[in-house]
T-cell receptor
Framework: SQQGEEDPQALSIQEGENATMNCSYK?????LQWYRQNSGRGLVHLIL?????REKHSGRLRVTLDTSKKSSSLLITASRAADTASYFC???????????FGTGTKLQVIP | EAQVTQNPRYLITVTGKKLTVTCSQN?????MSWYRQDPGLGLRQIYY???????DKGDVPEGYKVSRKEKRNFPLILESPSPNQTSLYFC???????????????FGPGTRLLVL
């Protein structure tokens, strides 16, 4: 079963706007990670947030984690056409060794 | 250059013909893992390995085998491939943090497999 579910499944915005995508999960976690995938290619790690952290920033990325709601959000500010990709959250579970990915949010940034 | 390599990148085969997809990493990572990606289902973990000779099942291990005889290599074996194993496969590796906790995973470029 899928631990993580991203919302929305697809998102289309204009260049310069902010993009927000959400991830919900079911069981307790040690950390949550966000990855990016350009069409059919390997995933690239974006940011990791641990269960005892609430917010983290990396460049134009801002991630929040609410363990009481079992949810996380990824905000990309001032989006660019090059941000067009699919974004996945991943959580560790089952003794911190199994990794479960969500189904992803497909982001399109229109120039 | 630090990387995860997979071979082959593309493979067309027929039902029942054994195949192996190789995965190698040069970062001395303890943890390695195989995933399959299917439309609408995201990535699902097939098998993972915490270290040499230590492997365990992920969420979808049926029809697959793995081995970890060396730290750098983690081949995925399909003993008798079937059409429902047609998918995009990714290998990944990561170091293990304190308490053997998950850290950032580095992904290979993927292997597209078509089983006829």
């Amino acid at each position: 079963s899928q631990q993580g579910e991203e919302d929305p499944q697809a998102l289309s915005i204009q260049e310069g706007e902010n993009a927000t995508m959400n991830c919900s999960y079911k069981t307790s976690i040690n950390n949550l990670q966000w990855y990016r995938q350009n069409s059919g290619r390997g995933l690239v790690h974006l940011i990791l947030i641990r269960s005892n952290e609430r917010e983290k920033h990396s460049g134009r990325l801002r991630v929040t984690l609410d363990t009481s709601k079992k949810s996380s959000s990824l905000l990309i500010t001032a989006s660019r056409a090059a941000d067009t990709a699919s974004y996945f959250c991943a959580t560790d579970s089952g003794g911190y060794q199994k990794v479960t990915f969500g189904t992803g949010t497909k982001l399109q940034v229109i120039p | 250059e630090a990387q995860v390599t997979q071979n082959p990148r593309y493979l067309i085969t027929v039902t029942g013909k054994k195949l192996t997809v190789t995965c190698s990493q040069n970062m001395n990572h303890e943890y390695m893992s195989w995933y399959r990606q299917d439309p609408g289902l995201g990535l699902r973990q097939i098998y993972y390995s915490m270290n040499v000779e230590v492997t365990d099942k992920g969420d979808v291990p049926e029809g697959y085998k793995v081995s970890r005889k060396e730290k750098r290599n983690f081949p995925l074996i399909l003993e008798s491939p079937s059409p429902n194993q047609t998918s995009l496969y990714f290998c990944a590796s990561s170091p293990l943090g304190s308490g053997e906790r998950q850290e950032t995973q580095y992904f290979g470029p993927g292997t597209r497999l078509l089983v006829l």
